[in-house]
Structures are given as C-alpha cells and as structure tokens.
C-alpha cells in the first residue's frame, strides 16, 4: 500500500508562484511513477503533469504551457510542483498520484491518491 500526503497549497494573487509537495511513503514508491492533476469545482479531474520513476521523462498537460515544473527526489520520497505565473484559473484541489505503471494522462488509470490539497489563485 503507498500512502501520499500533500502539502504546500494555500491563496496566493494571481501572478505568483505556489510549491507543491508530496510524500510518499514506502521504498516501493521509488520505482513508480508520481504525478500531479487537479479538480476544480464542477469539473472533472485533469493531468497537471506526471513524471517517470527515475525523472527521466515529464509529461505536461497543454494549460500548463511552461508555467509548471514537476520533479522528484527519489531519496526522500518526495514529488514537487512548482507552480509559476498561477491564474485564478488554476484554482483547484491539487492531487497527488503514483502509479506502477506511466499511465500519462488518464487519472482513472493511477492507483493511488492523496487527500489533495486547495490552491486558490485570487485575481
């Protein structure tokens, strides 16, 4: 069983910069892949990004358009999202996913989730 726990959200003016962080526990982890994908209010789920077990390939989804970095510290079990240039429309609960397999975009295809956390862009 893989455990995620999020942290880091929160409000910030839209223009700013948020960093994400999720723990993961088990050494098992190390050989997932991690990624990151989002909800907001009356929308479905949707791929943020999502990076390899060894950090070797990322994969973003188009709304990000270089605004976002995803990475991972496979010594500590952590994934990061470092947000940049946020817009009220990246308001959202944030999830963190892992997944034994690089199931890219499709969030029904990963295993394991945190609770998420809120990150609120005001305008």
């Known amino acids: 069983q893989v455990h995620l726990v999020e942290s880091g959200g929160g409000t910030v003016q839209a223009g700013g910069s948020l960093r994400l962080s999720c723990v993961a526990s088990g050494d098992a982890v190390k050989t997932y892949a991690m990624g990151w994908f989002r909800q907001a209010p009356g929308k479905e789920r949707e791929h943020v990004g999502v990076?390899?077990?060894?950090?070797?390939?990322?994969y973003y989804g188009d709304f990000v358009k270089g605004r976002f970095t995803v990475s991972r510290e496979n010594a500590d079990n952590t994934v990061i999202l470092q947000m940049n240039s946020l817009a009220p429309e990246d308001t959202a609960v944030y999830y963190c996913a892992a997944n034994e397999g690089f199931e890219l975009a499709d969030p029904n295809l990963w295993a394991y989730w945190g609770q998420g956390t809120q990150v609120t862009v005001s305008s």
């Open positions: 990076i390899s077990w060894n950090g070797g390939f990322t």
